[in-house]
């Protein structure tokens, strides 16, 4: 068999060193020439370490992190390294300094040099300027040059404008993360996913609407956040409630109730132990191994498919800083509030966990010493159980990623996103800290309720099974409904009409030709806008008022409430653009309604609380 | 003399190769007809702060490359079209080096374009190919950029009386929400961006949206960042580390 030679542009930096590794994946090269170009007046840089460690092998690449297990057995996802094809060795490099602007003459010395053999030069991105010469038609006569692609192939681009495709390997995700300086654990990858997939997909099929309980309604009442207005027309859909559970169990499954809040889930030999909730915060996590089940199954375009993806601190001082901004986190938010269970609980979890005694006042807390007493009990840890503590030691993480035709693809999965500013706060935007990932662009959220915000990065789980054509669909955020779970909301639609029609003392009939304003389809009008739709009609300044009044009078009922409440309620009522119509601002603030409201409210400040809303007397 | 260019996502760049000649006309090849109207629109403005005529334009649709279409269907769909949408090419038309590295392959051996126009910082302007020409330096002041992206750079004081510098676009719809961009600076043509020390994470987080958000509007090329912190500037390629040449893939 003919050699392979190929060669491919090294530029300064380490910023093309995923496309040069994905080059020499993807190519099988017997030997690869480093091209490293510089312009006039600067020396050549030497090519990226962690390129050549690669090419050696996934040890030679875990060594470039000398410190990432010196601290702590630091669990991780071992890299791949470079995968000769049927197992032959690992292709010799050769590194060779070229004038930036004497590139062309080079190749044309190296296809003379290499004539008899398969030499090829790829065109990967990064240094167009330097091989704009090269692609000019005609410019080489016997190098194939060539394009590798994000799924491994190799497409050989000819001077006529024709093309041929090779098959090649993919550089694994995971290799691209490790090359990039960031090294990474990832919980499941498309063979573990796959394994269980009967029974995610069972758990979807079943899955049902979660009604709000009464339990639910005490724990609202107790946040310090008023709930968001969505949150009663936009419910979860889950697994754990009844009518879930009754057709999980018509499926054929079985579930098994265990303490701490976790259901056994049972199914075709598999078996699932779900969380259910947490320092009385309700869970979602087990949607990401649904929502990427529904991937590995309906994405074809996907080859690589990994959920959990953890991005490790990889230093001494940066774990020890890691787990001191946790710390003082944990602390704040326990000063905050120490009989909050949900805001509380973490810190003197951790404190009983190291035996160390909290008090009351944590005005001398000593937060060297517990950091350092986290950290021996860390180092006492082997690296499988360090994996429920990862959320110590990593710098972001991603719920789902991707990797195929496409390029990398990142998935944020949620239960539901009831605050529209979740999706532009600098806080919430997304759980990869944004300090970390800044390809936005690539980041899609999957959620999994009732009726979501529309927009084009929300993608609804029940839509996955469509394939990454659902992406392109204007429907793409809404949710597809079972039968079954048609059955439920329509049965549910049949007695309110019922009762609409006793109320009435008028069928529905009639209703819907007397009153069609409130019975046409406004997604039909305005499909964009179908989540503004409850938009109340204002005509004027005072209407505005007696509006907002009226809606805190009927939230109130008599009783006195928060302000953060009464916020709420009046951006229930009146939207931004109106209320910079009719106010000339787009906030309405706590002084305007006080003078405003006045002959409707009465408001009650707090030093260092929130504001307290009463009826006027 | 006609440039040939791909409609790619620093428009700064391909703008000053508009206007670095008397070109014939322009021909863009474009995925979407808005990106053109903008693109459009930024050369009327420099045009008309210049007192410049504008060049005619003319639009060639080409396959997009999006979060439907890969590469793999661009290749595919583009060579598929020929040889009915195969353009006549005059040897002394040019094809600039705007897109990503297989558009301009793609675009250079379907259409059989024999020269390139490149950009240099210290060259301009210039040839490669079966032609060599040296054509104008074009140079943005701050005003031009601020102007052409329809944008307002102010000086704002935060609480703790430091003053910031705050960019936002004319018609509101976005603006840095960072208060710790110290100070904004144009220099051979590229926006050099000042970054003070961000003290909290939530701070950070603005910082880091705010280089999102600039590398949306105006290219990752055409920004340099200075001081960024760590964790941000480790993913952000290109930092103020590394010579930046002027490409945009």
Not at chain 1, 265 to 288: H, P, R
Not at chain 1, 325 to 335: A, D, I, N, P, T
Not at chain 2, 15 to 33: E, G, I, M, P, Q
Not at chain 2, 84 to 94: A, E, F, G, P
Request: charged share 25%; glycine share 4%.
């Amino acid at each position: 068999m003919t050699s392979k030679i190929l060669a491919i542009i090294s530029p300064p930096g380490e910023d093309s060193v995923i496309s040069q590794a994905r080059a020499i994946q993807a190519h099988q090269p017997d030997m690869i020439l480093l091209l490293k170009t510089f312009f006039p007046n600067q020396d050549p840089t030497p090519t990226s370490t962690r390129l050549l460690a690669w090419i050696k092998g996934s040890r030679d690449l875990i060594d470039t992190y000398p410190e990432l297990c010196s601290l702590i057995d630091m669990p991780y996802t071992a890299p791949f390294g470079f995968q000769p094809n049927n197992n032959f060795d690992v292709p010799t490099v050769l590194e060779i300094d070229v004038p930036a602007n004497e590139l062309h003459l080079h190749i044309l010395d190296l296809e003379r040099r290499y004539e008899d053999l398969d030499f090829r030069f790829d065109i990967l991105p990064g240094a167009k300027k330097v091989i704009a010469p090269l692609l000019i038609p005609g410019s080489l006569q016997s190098t194939k040059i060539t394009y590798s692609l994000e799924e491994g192939h190799v497409l050989i681009l000819h001077d006529n404008g024709t093309y041929a495709r090779e098959d090649g390997i993919l550089l694994s995700l995971i290799d691209r993360f490790w090359l990039t300086g960031i090294p990474i654990y990832v919980e499941k990858n498309r063979e573990s996913i796959s394994e269980m997939s009967s029974l995610y997909s069972a758990l979807l099929k079943s899955q049902s609407i979660e009604f709000q309980t009464e339990k639910d309604k005490i724990r609202d009442k107790n946040r310090i956040k008023s709930p968001a207005p969505n949150k009663y027309i936009d419910l979860p859909l889950n697994s754990s409630n009844e009518i879930a559970v009754n057709q999980f169990l018509s499926l054929g499954g079985t579930i098994e109730y265990l303490p701490d809040h976790i259901m056994k889930f049972s199914f075709d030999n598999l078996v699932w132990e779900i969380k259910t909730e947490e320092d009385d915060f309700k869970l979602g996590n087990n949607l990401e191994l649904i929502a990427a089940n529904e991937i590995v199954q309906h994405w074809e375009d996907v080859v690589e498919v990994y959920q959990g993806v953890s991005f490790l601190v990889s230093s001494e001082v940066e774990i020890r800083a890691q787990v001191r901004r946790l710390l003082e986190r944990e602390l704040g938010e326990f000063q905050s509030n120490p009989h909050k269970e949900h805001t509380g609980n973490k810190l003197i979890k951790r404190c009983l966990r190291l035996g160390i005694d909290l008090d009351e006042n944590t005005d001398n807390f000593p937060i060297e010493e517990v950091m350092d007493s986290e950290i021996e009990y860390l180092k006492s840890l082997s690296s499988e159980d360090l994996v429920p503590h990862l959320w110590m030691l990593r710098a972001a993480e991603v719920d789902i990623m991707t990797m195929g035709e496409f390029g990398v693809s990142m998935f944020d999965v949620k239960q539901s996103m009831w605050r529209e500013s979740y999706l532009t706060s600098e806080k919430s935007a997304t759980q990869i800290s944004q300090n970390v990932i800044l390809r936005n662009k690539e980041n899609l959220f999957i959620v999994n309720s009732t009726s979501p915000f529309e927009r084009s990065n929300i993608l609804h789980l029940t839509r996955l099974s469509e394939g990454r054509e659902i992406i392109g669909d204007r429907t793409r955020s809404q949710w597809k409904p079972t039968d079954l779970n048609l059955r439920v909301v329509k049965r549910i639609v049949r007695n309110q009409i019922k009762n609409m029609e006793k109320a009435t003392g008028t069928k529905i009939e009639v209703l819907k030709r007397i009153l069609p304003e409130f019975f046409q389809d406004q997604t039909k009008e305005n499909p964009r806008s179908a989540i503004s739709s409850g938009a109340t009609i204002i005509q004027n300044k005072q209407d505005a008022i007696k509006k907002i009044s009226k809606a805190l009078l009927e939230h109130m009922n008599g009783k006195p409430c928060t302000w953060s409440e009464a916020a709420t309620v009046i951006g229930g009522v009146i939207t931004t653009e109106q209320k910079k119509q009719f106010f000339g601002k787009k906030k309405f603030t706590r002084a305007m309604a006080e003078e405003l409201l006045r002959d409707y409210i009465s408001i009650t400040y707090r030093t260092g609380k929130d504001a307290i809303v009463e009826p006027a007397k | 003399m006609r440039v040939f260019a791909v409609m790619g996502t620093s428009s700064t760049l391909l703008l000053r190769a508009v206007f670095c000649w008397k070109w014939n006309s322009v021909v863009l090849f474009y995925t979407d007809n808005k990106e053109v109207e903008i693109f459009r629109k930024k050369l009327a403005i420099y045009s008309k702060r210049h007192e410049l005529s504008l060049p005619a334009i003319e639009c060639f649709e080409i396959p997009p490359v999006d979060a439907l279409n890969s590469l793999s269907d661009f290749i595919q769909k583009i060579v598929a079209s020929m040889p009915n949408n195969t353009l006549q090419v005059d040897k002394d038309d040019v094809l600039f080096y705007s897109g990503t590295v297989l558009h301009i392959r793609c675009l250079a051996t379907l259409h059989n374009f024999k020269t390139m126009l490149l950009h240099d910082t210290k060259l301009g302007f210039h040839t490669t190919g079966d032609l060599e020409v040296q054509f104008d330096k074009v140079s943005l002041t701050l005003q031009d950029f601020l102007e052409v992206n329809q944008m307002i750079m102010t000086t704002k004081s935060a609480h703790d009386e430091r003053t910031y510098v705050s960019l936002h676009s004319k018609d509101d719809s976005w603006k840095t929400k960072s208060k710790y961009l110290l100070n904004v600076e144009f220099t051979n043509d590229k926006l050099n961006l000042y970054w003070g020390k961000p003290p909290t994470s939530t701070q950070r987080k603005f910082v880091a949206l705010d280089c999102h958000e600039l590398k949306e509007h105006f290219g990752q090329y055409t920004i340099i960042h200075h001081n960024l912190p760590p964790a941000i500037d480790l993913l952000m390629r290109y930092s103020s580390e590394i010579e930046i040449e002027e490409e945009e893939e």
